[in-house]
């Protein structure tokens, strides 16, 4: 079993709608979880970043945590042409090194 | 310059070449990592430097050599490559103590091995 887990897509949407993009985790010590996004011929760049569980909002993105499933959802809101990209979950799991375990990368593309 | 660097940005090289790949970080980051990225498969951690020190090597072929001479900058040579190591190659850096709150990735240098 992969340590995190991501659905790759593709997923399509009309300009306006409400995305979600999931990723499920194995460890029950994970405690600390990333969403990147990464235009196509570029780097990934950190979107949001959780502790536990919870929600964390940032303008049209909320990020979700639930360590009781160990499930960790991305929301984007009155979704752009331009969130158009790969979202990659990750995390830094149990290693005191710095370590990222990531996802596979879901790709979307938000049609206008 | 600010952010993370990568150069070159594209390389094409022979299984018999030696080449190297370059990343410098203008942030005052203290940590700095190699990540490979594959199609369709997730990004794979290669090396780990901490204030300099190797601290994590994830089972990389010993045709990929890192090389960390300061806090800034970090190579990654390469010879004897297979055409399966054609990928993404990324570089990010963090600071050691945060390095939870997630890294800064480069724009990557594509390679593909013919």
């Known amino acids: 079993q992969k340590e995190v887990e991501q659905d790759p897509g593709p997923l399509s949407v009309p300009e306006g709608a409400i995305v979600s993009l999931n990723c499920t985790y194995s460890?029950?010590?994970?405690?600390?979880f990333m969403w990147y996004r990464q235009y196509s011929r570029k780097g990934p760049e950190l979107l949001m970043y959780?502790?536990?569980?919870g929600n964390k909002e940032d303008g049209r993105f909320t990020a979700q945590v639930d360590k009781s499933s160990k499930y960790i959802s991305l929301f984007i809101r009155d979704s752009q042409p331009s969130d158009s990209a790969t979202y990659l979950c990750?995390?830094?799991?149990?290693?005191?090194?710095?370590?990222?375990?990531f996802g596979q990368g879901t790709t979307l593309q938000v049609k206008p | 310059e600010t952010g993370v660097t990568q150069t070159p940005r594209h390389l094409v090289m022979g299984m018999t070449n030696k080449k190297s790949l370059k990343c410098e970080q203008h942030?005052?980051?203290?940590?700095m990592y190699w990540y490979k990225q594959s199609a369709k498969k997730p990004l794979e951690l290669m090396f780990v430097y901490s204030l300099e020190e190797r601290v994590e090597n994830n089972s990389v072929p010993s045709r990929f050599s890192p090389e960390c001479p300061n806090s800034s900058h970090l190579f990654l040579h390469l010879h004897t490559l297979q055409p399966e190591d054609s990928a993404l190659y990324l570089c990010?850096?963090?600071?050691?103590?945060?390095?939870?709150?997630?890294?800064?990735f480069g724009s990557g240098t594509r390679l593909t091995v013919v």
């Open positions: 942030l005052g980051h203290n940590a």
């Open positions: 460890n029950s010590a994970f405690q600390y």
């Open positions: 959780t502790y536990s569980s």
């Open positions: 990750a995390s830094h799991g149990s290693s005191n090194t710095g370590k990222l375990i």
């Open positions: 990010a850096s963090s600071q050691v103590a945060t390095y939870r709150a997630g890294y800064t």
